[in-house]
């Protein structure tokens, strides 16, 4: 199994600040790696995909990059409505899997 | 418009069986990749397995593997998620996703999950 590893678990930041949240991955994965958001009761939603990849309809405040094992995911200006749990993913293994999350509170 | 529509909700006891649904609106789903996903309550997600476009390929994460199966009916366009015996632990909302994979001369380019189903909450108690 390949282990996704998030971080940090949750962080505290304001309107306006710039968020980076970081996915380390136990083999590399190349560039097999996505990022979701989930608010409260909703459903998953695609931000980026293959790393670096902007989902259609995604604010461009939000990037990703990395390859291989380190990634990460930018929020450039939070948002109000960037408050919520993000995951990473890897689909390179045979059995893909999440991060544990980041909170973005 | 592009949608998985998934099953009601459920509420069953222990050592029930269930098969729960994810019907493809606008697309097919021989075309992706189905994934299934659980989110226990307040927790993350997990991915549980996932179904190639032709079928032919049903992987499982460690986790679930013998404890669910995945399958799919091409005909009516649904993929489905059983259980045998439902445990209490087996609470929690249930997602099923695509995901579009493009092959050629044997390297992938792999899209993320990109369409979900609403979730189908199951509900395990005695």
């Known amino acids: 199994d390949i282990q996704m590893t998030q971080s940090p678990s949750s962080l505290s930041a304001s309107v306006g600040d710039r968020v980076t949240i970081t996915c380390r991955a136990s083999?590399?994965?190349?560039?097999?790696l996505n990022w979701y958001q989930q608010k409260p009761g909703k459903v998953p939603n695609l931000l980026i995909y293959?790393?670096?990849n902007l989902q259609g309809g995604v604010p461009s405040r939000f990037s990703g990059s990395g390859s291989g094992t380190d990634f990460t995911l930018t929020i450039s200006s939070l948002q109000p409505e960037d408050f919520a749990t993000y995951y990473c993913?890897?689909?390179?293994?045979?059995?893909?899997?999440f991060g544990q999350g980041t909170k973005v509170e | 418009e592009v949608q998985l529509v998934q099953s009601e909700a459920e509420v069953k006891k222990p050592g029930e069986s269930l098969k729960i649904s994810c019907k493809g609106s606008?697309?097919?789903?021989?075309?992706?990749?189905i994934s299934w996903v659980r989110q226990m309550p307040g927790k993350g997600l997990e991915w549980m397995g996932a179904m190639s476009p032709t079928g032919s390929d049903i992987r499982y994460s460690p986790s679930f593997q013998g404890q669910v199966t995945i399958s799919a009916d091409k005909s009516i366009n649904t993929a489905y998620l059983q259980w045998s015996s439902l445990k209490a632990s087996d609470t929690a909302i249930y997602y099923c996703?695509?995901?579009?994979?493009?092959?050629?001369?044997?390297?992938?380019?792999?899209?993320?999950?990109?369409?979900w189903g609403q979730g189908t909450t199951v509900t395990v108690s005695s």
């Open positions: 996703s695509r995901r579009r994979e493009d092959c050629s001369n044997g390297i992938c380019f792999r899209y993320g999950m990109d369409v």
């Open positions: 993913q890897q689909s390179h293994g045979v059995a893909w899997t």
């Open positions: 083999q590399s994965i190349h560039i097999n």
């Open positions: 606008g697309h097919s789903l021989t075309s992706y990749w």
């Open positions: 293959a790393a670096s």
